[in-house]
Every structure is written in structure tokens, then in C-alpha cells.
């Protein structure tokens, strides 16, 4: 029963959340000029690149130490991993923001008015990094809720509001304004959520750091690991915005985030499963963990499937509500689920290779596909535009899965996709 109602309870969260963001991108595209949001879309893709790097992993170390000490009763240790953690996410920001303004003074030359507002994504990068690290701090003291809600929700409908704000009192909304307003909403978010979190660990003992050096190893493997992976999740937007105009790299933005929505059900389903599958794995109750991973994939795709049909059959009509111009680049959003749909059936692979210890050969499968993407990206977008990029993205995600999916099942042992999940189960009826 506790299984049933933590897992209603991460898709119901979820099931907000991306309704929250369809909201912000729909809004977004209808109150802003085609050229603004297209920048908007650019600045806010790399904030989340670059900010989501510049935490070297330490939202999923904390997923990791966090329970550990807390079940050991190691106080001292568990108030240095989060210390550390902290210091660890400020040199990374520090150097990415260092990386982010002396890449924009090269390649912008004399012309950075120009691009005005990627310089005013500084800000917002630092606010993301954080916002990714106290998002792992929470969910390793088990709040899910105060996780993922304030900045995935309270964040979007309040860069909702002030995009509302700036139409009102100027008639338009420029994409320096709006990328400035959400810094500092996410900033603010971040220093509430902080304030939060003391209280789980500030009454600990002095903190203690003798076991950095396990700390270190483990940073170094994931820092490589959250670098390609946000290079992986957030590359294309602003990839596409080098080769062609921004108005067209807001419009393949809003495509790619429709096409995402067959993926909620998974993404809530791997919050919930994350938590259980290293006990299982490490414990070695495979058996057990089969069956735990076999009711999830059948469930995320249950879930997922009819949105899937949905949009396949109507998808003018979905990129209609973000505006008439959205409306004719329906066949790229047909693509682009397929790609989606395919990844809810391989199941939580990602996921599983990196809390099963592969962390390195989970890496080595980004690198490789990542640049297979951007390589069928540059070259599909250049020739033929969105529907280009569109199809150089879905197949390089789609070819992403598959060696994903071959990995895990050849590494753990287990069967994590949905078809794979419905044979053995019948097998075991």
C-alpha cells in the first residue's frame, strides 16, 4: 500500500508539474515575438546545460551518502557530505560562469548587445546549480514534495506571472527582462528551500570529512557523468539556434517539449524507483527487483500510451494552442514521440546503469551518442530545417536507448523494458 501511495503520489506531482510547464512554454510563445522567444528558449536551454554541470553530480551523491548516514547514524558525516556538497556546486558554478562569459566575449566579438540576453543567463545559471543540488538534498531526506515542487511549479507559474507583468506595463516582453525576473524568482526559491533543509541537518555535531576522499572518487565519476548528461538533455536547443534563426529554435523548443510530455509517466515513476532499487540491487534480492521493475515499466507505458495516440493523431491541433505558426510542424512532433514512445518502452536504463556502480560506462554511451546527435542535428537542420533537426535528434535518442538498454540488461541482469517486463511476467503466471 505505502508502494501504491508513493508512486501516486510522484505521478500526481509530476502530472502538475509538466502542466505547469506546458503553461510557461504556451504562454511564453503566445506573449512574446517569435525572435524574443526563440532567444528566451536559448538562454533558458543553456542555463540548464551549463547549471545543471556545474553541480559535478552532487545531487545524486547526496542521494547516495544521505540515506546511508542517516540509517547509520553518522551525523557528523552526513553534515560534511552536504557541506562539501555546497562547496563543491560553488567552484563548479564559479567556473562555468567563467567558461559561459569568456565563450560569449569570443564568439560574440564586438557584437555581444546583440545577445544581450544570453549574458543576462549568468545569473540563472548560478540560481540552476543550486536549485539542482538542493533538489538532491531534499529528496535524500526523503521530501519529494519540497524536491521537486517549488522549482518545477512555484518557478514556472512565477516566471508565468512576471512575463504577465512585463506585457502589461511595456505591451511586449523582451527576453532580457524575462531571463533577469527568473533568475532572481529561482534564486529566491533556492534560499527558501535551503532554509528548509537546515533543519534535518544542522542540529548534527561538528562536521566531519574523513571520509573525503570517497567523496572525491565518487564526484569525479559523476562530474564527467552530469556534464555529458546535460549536454545530452539540453544541447539541441541552443545547437539548433547557432544554424538557424531564434524564432526557429523556440519553435523546435516547444515541439521537443510536447514531444516530452510521453515521458512524464516515466520520469514519476523513476523518482519513486530510484529510491528502491539500490537497496534491492545491493542487497542482491534480484528477484525482487525484477519483479519491482517489471510493474513500473508496464505501468509508466499504460500511462504513456494514450497520450502517445493523442498526440500522434492530433498534433496540429497540440502545437495549435501554442500558436497558428506552431501548427504546421506537426510531422516533426509525429518524429519526435515515436523517439519518446520508444524510450518509455526500453524502460528506466539510464537510470539503473547508474545506480548499479556504471557510472563510467554509462558516460562512455552519452559521449558517443551525444555526438552522433549533434553531428545528425547540425547536418538534418542545416538541409532541411526543424524537420531536419527533428529527425537528427529522435534517432540519435532513439540509438541512445538502444545501447542503453543492451548495457543494462548484459551489466545487472535485469529485463527493464516494458515488452521484455510483459513476457516474463506471463512466463512466471
Given at each position: 500500500?505505502?508502494?501504491i501511495?508513493?508512486?501516486?503520489?510522484?505521478?500526481?506531482?509530476?502530472?502538475?508539474?509538466?502542466?505547469?510547464?506546458?503553461?510557461?512554454?504556451?504562454?511564453?510563445?503566445?506573449?512574446?515575438?517569435?525572435?524574443?522567444?526563440?532567444?528566451?528558449?536559448?538562454?533558458?536551454?543553456?542555463?540548464?546545460?551549463?547549471?545543471?554541470?556545474?553541480?559535478?553530480?552532487?545531487?545524486?551523491a547526496?542521494?547516495?551518502?544521505?540515506?546511508?548516514?542517516?540509517?547509520?547514524?553518522?551525523?557528523?558525516?552526513?553534515?560534511?557530505?552536504?557541506?562539501?556538497?555546497?562547496?563543491?556546486?560553488?567552484?563548479?558554478?564559479?567556473?562555468?560562469?567563467?567558461?559561459?562569459?569568456?565563450?560569449?566575449?569570443?564568439?560574440?566579438?564586438?557584437?555581444?548587445?546583440?545577445?544581450?540576453?544570453?549574458?543576462?543567463?549568468?545569473?540563472?545559471?548560478l540560481?540552476?546549480?543550486?536549485?539542482?543540488?538542493?533538489?538532491?538534498?531534499?529528496?535524500?531526506?526523503?521530501?519529494?514534495?519540497?524536491?521537486?515542487?517549488?522549482?518545477?511549479?512555484?518557478?514556472?507559474?512565477?516566471?508565468?506571472?512576471?512575463?504577465?507583468?512585463?506585457?502589461?506595463?511595456?505591451?511586449?516582453?523582451?527576453?532580457?527582462?524575462?531571463?533577469?525576473?527568473?533568475?532572481?524568482?529561482?534564486?529566491?526559491?533556492?534560499?527558501?528551500?535551503?532554509?528548509?533543509?537546515?533543519?534535518?541537518?544542522?542540529?548534527?555535531?561538528?562536521?566531519?570529512?574523513?571520509?573525503?576522499?570517497?567523496?572525491?572518487?565518487?564526484?569525479?565519476?559523476?562530474?564527467?557523468?552530469?556534464?555529458v548528461?546535460?549536454?545530452?538533455?539540453?544541447?539541441?536547443?541552443?545547437?539548433?539556434?547557432?544554424?538557424?534563426?531564434?524564432?526557429?529554435?523556440?519553435?523546435?523548443?516547444?515541439?521537443?517539449?510536447?514531444?516530452?510530455?510521453?515521458?512524464?509517466?516515466?520520469?514519476?515513476?523513476?523518482?519513486?524507483?530510484?529510491?528502491?532499487?539500490?537497496?534491492?540491487?545491493?542487497?542482491?534480492?534480484?528477484?525482487?527487483?525484477?519483479?519491482?521493475?517489471?510493474?513500473?515499466?508496464?505501468?509508466?507505458?499504460?500511462?504513456?500510451?494514450p497520450?502517445?495516440?493523442?498526440?500522434?493523431?492530433?498534433?496540429?491541433?497540440?502545437?495549435?494552442?501554442?500558436?497558428?505558426?506552431?501548427?504546421?510542424y506537426?510531422?516533426?512532433?509525429?518524429?519526435?514521440?515515436?523517439?519518446?514512445?520508444l524510450?518509455?518502452?526500453?524502460?528506466?536504463?539510464?537510470?539503473?546503469?547508474?545506480?548499479?556502480?556504471?557510472?563510467?560506462?554509462?558516460?562512455?554511451?552519452?559521449?558517443?551518442?551525444?555526438?552522433?546527435?549533434a553531428?545528425?542535428?547540425?547536418?538534418?537542420a542545416s538541409r532541411?530545417?526543424?524537420?531536419g533537426?527533428?529527425?537528427?535528434?529522435?534517432?540519435?535518442?532513439?540509438?541512445?536507448?538502444?545501447?542503453?538498454?543492451?548495457?543494462?540488461?548484459?551489466?545487472?541482469?535485469?529485463?527493464?523494458?516494458?515488452?521484455?517486463?510483459w513476457?516474463?511476467?506471463?512466463?512466471?503466471?
Amino acid at each position: 500500500m505505502q508502494n501504491i501511495y508513493s508512486a501516486a503520489l510522484s505521478l500526481s506531482l509530476k502530472i502538475s508539474l509538466v502542466a505547469a510547464s506546458f503553461a510557461q512554454s504556451m504562454l511564453l510563445a503566445r506573449w512574446m515575438s517569435p525572435d524574443e522567444f526563440g532567444k528566451f528558449t536559448i538562454a533558458l536551454t543553456l542555463s540548464m546545460l551549463l547549471g545543471g554541470a556545474a553541480t559535478c553530480g552532487q545531487q545524486t551523491a547526496l542521494l547516495r551518502f544521505l540515506p546511508e548516514y542517516a540509517v547509520s547514524g553518522k551525523q557528523s558525516l552526513l553534515r560534511g557530505v552536504v557541506a562539501y556538497a555546497f562547496k563543491l556546486t560553488l567552484i563548479g558554478s564559479l567556473a562555468a560562469l567563467a567558461v559561459f562569459y569568456a565563450g560569449l566575449l569570443v564568439f560574440s566579438g564586438g557584437a555581444w548587445r546583440q545577445n544581450i540576453e544570453l549574458f543576462a543567463a549568468g545569473p540563472l545559471i548560478l540560481a540552476w546549480a543550486f536549485s539542482e543540488l538542493l533538489m538532491g538534498l531534499m529528496r535524500g531526506f526523503g521530501y519529494i514534495t519540497w524536491s521537486i515542487a517549488p522549482r518545477d511549479l512555484l518557478w514556472r507559474l512565477g516566471t508565468i506571472a512576471a512575463a504577465f507583468l512585463l506585457l502589461t506595463q511595456s505591451g511586449s516582453v523582451s527576453a532580457y527582462a524575462l531571463v533577469m525576473a527568473s533568475a532572481a524568482l529561482l534564486l529566491i526559491i533556492a534560499a527558501l528551500q535551503y532554509l528548509a533543509s537546515r533543519r534535518e541537518w544542522r542540529g548534527a555535531p561538528q562536521a566531519e570529512a574523513h571520509d573525503q576522499g570517497v567523496w572525491r572518487r565518487v564526484a569525479a565519476s559523476l562530474t564527467l557523468a552530469t556534464l555529458v548528461s546535460s549536454i545530452a538533455a539540453q544541447a539541441d536547443v541552443p545547437l539548433i539556434g547557432l544554424i538557424l534563426p531564434p524564432e526557429e529554435a523556440g519553435r523546435f523548443f516547444v515541439v521537443q517539449r510536447v514531444a516530452s510530455v510521453i515521458l512524464v509517466a516515466s520520469a514519476a515513476m523513476n523518482v519513486f524507483y530510484a529510491a528502491k532499487f539500490s537497496a534491492l540491487f545491493f542487497s542482491g534480492r534480484m528477484s525482487e527487483l525484477q519483479d519491482f521493475t517489471t510493474r513500473m515499466s508496464l505501468l509508466a507505458l499504460a500511462l504513456a500510451t494514450p497520450v502517445f495516440v493523442f498526440i500522434e493523431v492530433f498534433p496540429e491541433f497540440t502545437l495549435g494552442l501554442f500558436g497558428p505558426e506552431f501548427a504546421r510542424y506537426g510531422l516533426e512532433l509525429r518524429i519526435m514521440c515515436v523517439a519518446y514512445f520508444l524510450d518509455c518502452m526500453a524502460g528506466p536504463v539510464g537510470l539503473m546503469l547508474l545506480l548499479s556502480g556504471h557510472e563510467r560506462r554509462h558516460v562512455h554511451i552519452l559521449v558517443a551518442s551525444t555526438c552522433l546527435r549533434a553531428a545528425l542535428i547540425v547536418v538534418g537542420a542545416s538541409r532541411w530545417g526543424i524537420l531536419g533537426a527533428a529527425a537528427g535528434s529522435a534517432l540519435g535518442h532513439v540509438l541512445l536507448i538502444a545501447l542503453l538498454w543492451i548495457t543494462v540488461r548484459q551489466r545487472t541482469g535485469i529485463e527493464p523494458s516494458a515488452g521484455g517486463s510483459w513476457r516474463l511476467l506471463h512466463q512466471s503466471n
